[in-house]
């Protein structure tokens, strides 16, 4: 059983929901983001999701956009980035770190290095943003091979006809994109995607993770009713991007930590 899976069920068992944070490796510097990862950890993140920069983030915000070039002008790269989940490992052998990105960067290491260079830093997931499920086969089925799982986005907009093509090859759990939209966006219909998370997960038999859109304690609580994991990013990022260097580890642990205790808060 993999980490990831493992961890959901230990939260099911508990009776809790998955928090998952989201930071980009190597902002607001790189020497803060093994520190960070390790406080997110005490503050309750269950599921750890690692930026990887890139030039063009297409999903992404303003504000993660500017997470990205950031990191890109102190040099952090894939390579980097794996050095940063190798170091966490060191100290931090439960906790899931699942990498988010773009293909390119794994196009130009190559799917087998990228798999087996991931495995043995501690990687245990991939959320590909620009691979489609048509297109990605071969990776993962090298992620596979390395124990590592593949995690694909489903939206609003995706036909239910999809989801049995995206449930062939996913693994982990699945990520709902709970709107129309980049990462930071607002009016999150709470109603709208009550209703589309069960058939998520009966196509796909995975856990759903829902996330964009969720930026306080309140929205995660509700959203946490229906779903098997929150996922915050923007927030998160906004609050690094606003931190005095010497903070940012301190603000961050409350933030995500309040949005923890809002999850757990019995009714």
Not at 75 to 103: I, Q, S, W
Not at 148 to 177: H, N, W
């Amino acid at each position: 059983m993999s980490r990831i899976a493992a961890t959901f069920k230990t939260l099911r068992d508990q009776g809790k929901k998955a928090l998952i944070p989201f930071i980009t490796a190597g902002d607001p510097s790189p020497a803060h983001t093994v520190p960070l990862m390790h406080r997110l950890v005490e503050a309750g993140a269950d599921i750890l999701e690692l930026g990887v920069p890139f030039s063009d983030p297409m999903a992404d915000g303003p504000t993660i956009q500017r997470a990205s070039e950031r990191a890109l002008k102190h040099g952090v790269g894939l390579n980097d980035v794996l050095g940063m989940v190798a170091e966490f490992r060191k100290t931090n052998l439960m906790t899931p770190v699942v990498l988010m990105g773009y293909a390119n960067p794994i196009e130009a290491m190559g799917y087998e290095k990228f798999a087996l260079s991931a495995s043995n830093a501690g990687v245990d997931g991939v959320l590909t943003v620009d691979y489609p499920p048509e297109e990605c086969a071969d990776l993962a089925t090298a992620l596979q091979l390395r124990d590592i799982d593949m995690i694909f986005l489903l939206s609003p907009t995706t036909p239910e006809k999809r989801f049995q093509l995206v449930a062939k090859l996913a693994r982990g759990f699945i990520y709902y994109v709970s709107l129309k939209g980049v990462t930071g966006s607002a009016n999150l219909d709470l109603q709208e995607v009550s209703r589309k998370i069960p058939v998520i997960q009966a196509a796909a038999r995975l856990p759903v993770g829902v996330g964009f859109g969720i930026r306080d304690g309140e929205t995660a609580r509700a959203v946490a009713q229906f779903s098997d994991a929150v996922v915050i990013g923007s927030r998160i990022v906004q609050e690094i991007e606003n931190s005095l260097a010497d903070a940012v580890a301190q603000n961050v642990f409350v933030l995500v930590k309040g949005i923890r205790t809002a999850m757990d808060a019995k009714s």
